[in-house]
């Protein structure tokens, strides 16, 4: 196993519910959605920090990535991550784990094509 892993996440349909927000006219639920998850991204922060002494490459938008020791990483704490941001939004996250950056981002590709709230690791078959 590699040293480090990267480790991906955007929301899912993120951008689907806000233009459906806007188009609709409910500018106030869409303004509270997008705090929200401006609120969400910025706990997986802290709790990435936390529980995988990740260091945090960016957060923003519904967009994370982090580099994290692979002797800190297990699914468990990254699915109670997933969890969090969508106590908070209402909405999902997926994520890729990779041991480079290309690796996670795959990944994180097939997570988003399996549907939502997906994990998917390196060298892992679905």
């Given amino acids: 196993m590699a040293e ?4 991906i996440g955007d929301g899912d349909n993120i951008r689907e519910r806000m233009e459906a927000l806007i188009l609709n006219h409910r500018l106030g639920k869409a ?3 997008s705090k929200g998850v401006a609120v969400a991204i910025d706990s997986l922060r802290e709790e990435a920090k936390k ?3 990740a260091n945090i490459i960016f957060a923003g938008g519904d967009d994370i990535l982090f580099l994290t020791p692979s002797l800190r990483y297990n699914r468990s704490k990254l699915e109670r991550i997933i969890l969090l941001f969508e106590e908070i ?3 999902t996250i997926s994520f890729g784990v990779g041991s480079t950056i290309e690796s996670a981002y795959i990944n ?3 997570a988003k094509a399996l549907g939502s709230g ?3 690791e390196e060298n ?3």
């Fill in 118 to 120: 997906q994990i998917v």
């Fill in 108 to 110: 994180l590709r097939r």
């Fill in 31 to 33: 303004s509270a959605f």
């Fill in 124 to 126: 892992a078959r679905q």
């Fill in 89 to 91: 939004t209402g909405a």
């Fill in 4 to 7: 480090e892993l990267y480790i």
């Fill in 51 to 53: 529980e995988m002494d």
